[in-house]
């Protein structure tokens, strides 16, 4: 399964295209630690990679949030950043959050590739639930529901896709 997220990555960063991250509280913690290992340095391999954090900014944040709604907190800026091709990557504990559904709708009407690394998948209760996960291009569960562990999880991967990423993206020519 990683190997299929660095795959993505690297042919998405190759055609010129850009990784948009996100999540909310520890995962947000590591969508930010995501972003800068591949903006920054990581390990021996310096060249930065265009990854663009969408938890970061606070006044972004609570801009939308007062006058969208939380639900509408990343969908707006996928709206307004994402291009298609480009990669959507979303950490979460439980997969339920109508921010998290509404962000990855619109990321499918703009051609983007999406990934979830989360805790569990949790099913919609009812038609209409927050959890239609049917538009992820790629689901990395974890199998739990203990947010320690699972943010930790999210780190060692976080770590192993960037320093793959790099990697792979130091051996071709200059982008």
Avoid at 24 to 52: M, R, T, W
Avoid at 53 to 62: D, G, K, Y
Avoid at 88 to 98: L, M, N, R, V, Y
Avoid at 129 to 142: A, H, P, R, T
Wanted: hydrophobic share 40%; aromatic share 8%; glycine share 8%.
């Amino acid at each position: 399964m990683i190997d299929e997220v660095i795959n993505l990555m690297v042919d998405c960063i190759k055609s010129g295209g850009k990784v948009l991250t996100f999540g909310v509280g520890g995962n947000a913690a590591n969508a930010i630690h995501f972003a800068a290992e591949l903006s920054g340095k990581y390990e021996q391999f310096d060249e930065p990679l265009p990854c663009i954090c969408l938890s970061e900014n606070p006044a972004i944040l609570t801009a939308i949030t007062n006058d969208f709604g939380w639900e509408h907190v990343f969908e707006r800026q996928v709206r307004a950043l994402a291009k298609p091709g480009d990669v959507i990557i979303a950490f979460s504990i439980s997969s339920k959050g109508e921010y998290l559904r509404n962000a990855f709708i619109e990321a499918y009407h703009r051609g983007c590739t999406k990934v979830l690394i989360t805790g569990l998948h949790q099913e919609a209760p009812e038609p209409g639930g927050y959890q239609n996960f049917s538009k992820v291009d790629l689901e990395f569960c974890l199998n739990s529901d203990n947010t320690p562990w699972v943010q930790e999880e999210q780190l060692r991967i976080i770590h192993q896709i960037c320093g793959k990423v790099k990697e792979e993206l130091s051996k071709c020519p200059a982008r």
